[in-house]
């Protein structure tokens, strides 16, 4: 589960550090013990950043209640973990994009192929974490499908590595790699998402820090024949701002460093209404990174 403490006032701890930010989860009792470990099994921890801010996760006054507080405002009440789950998901990562500084952080998926990177940056509702899941299917390694970071001086990409939280509509899509009866205890479901353990769809998955190779903007687009589209150095950097969470903490909001990881890594727009419109296009760059490619 990774660095924790323990206090018999306060529970278990959960330390989750990550872009020069850092958040505390204090937890009790084997439910939320579980959700803690689903959620952050493998998210970074390491580090001696104070945390900035607190959550607690406790039963509540009635039998299958957890209550969920920030600090001293309670947040949630209830029985559905699976509500709770996504809700302290998103104030984590809300709360550690936040505070970010030290390097650019993106709202975007992150992959790795043949120990090299592969960036997908968008906004919410841009389809990243389908086509994200998607790739992950095919044979790539999940790193993350919400935040990537690139440090100050590196070239690598660190990852906050979450369960893949999956819109509904994306079950239709996915339906061929995902069987949602199959693994109770890697899915956690709500009625308008789903949290997906990435060893559900790729059980030889592997965590690393690979060097950014490949950016792609994915952009789901119903109806339509595809685009797959080469961006210029300029769109990049533009389309990169656009994806930017921590520029505010940044000096000149970043754009020095946008420039320059723009000019050091080619970048796509990607449109799609099914996948089998980008598969063609996504091997013909990879391949030349490896003699075999996607199962």
Not at 215 to 225: A, K, M, N, T
Not at 227 to 241: D, R
Request: hydrophobic share 40%; with cysteine; aromatic share 10%.
């Amino acid at each position: 589960m990774g660095p924790l403490s323990l206090n018999k006032n306060t529970g278990q701890t959960r330390f989750v550090t990550f872009g020069s930010s850092s958040v505390a989860v204090v937890y009790h009792g084997s439910r939320a013990a579980w959700l803690v470990d689903f959620l952050y099994r493998h998210a970074p921890a390491e580090g001696d950043i104070a945390p900035h801010v607190t959550y607690r996760l406790e039963p509540g006054d009635w039998p299958g209640q957890l209550n969920l507080y920030r600090e001293d405002t309670l947040l949630y009440a209830g029985e559905d973990e699976a509500i709770l789950a996504e809700l302290l998901l998103g104030e984590t990562c809300r709360e550690l994009a936040g505070w970010s500084c030290g390097g650019l952080l993106f709202h975007a998926g992150g992959l790795a192929w043949q120990n090299k990177g592969v960036m997908l940056p968008g906004p919410m509702s841009a389809g990243k974490t389908t086509f994200t899941a998607w790739l992950v299917g095919k044979g790539l390694d999940y790193l993350t499908d919400e935040l990537v970071f690139v440090a100050d001086s590196l070239s690598i990409i660190q990852t906050f590595t979450r369960p893949l939280n999956l819109k509904k509509p994306s079950r239709k899509v996915l339906q061929n790699l995902i069987d949602f009866d199959k693994y109770p205890n890697d899915i956690l479901s709500s009625p308008h998402a789903d949290l997906i353990a990435p060893t559900v769809l790729n059980p030889a998955n592997r965590l690393s820090e690979p060097p950014l190779k490949l950016i792609i903007f994915p952009r789901y687009q119903p109806d339509s024949e595809g685009v797959w589209q080469p961006l210029s150095k300029a769109q990049t950097g533009l389309a990169l701002m656009e994806c930017l969470v921590n520029a505010r903490n940044l000096p000149d909001h970043g754009f020095a460093k946008i420039t320059h990881l723009a000019k050091s890594v080619p970048a796509y727009k990607a449109g799609y209404a099914h996948f089998e419109q980008l598969q063609a296009q996504v091997e013909r760059i990879l391949k030349g990174w490896s003699v075999t490619f996607l199962k």
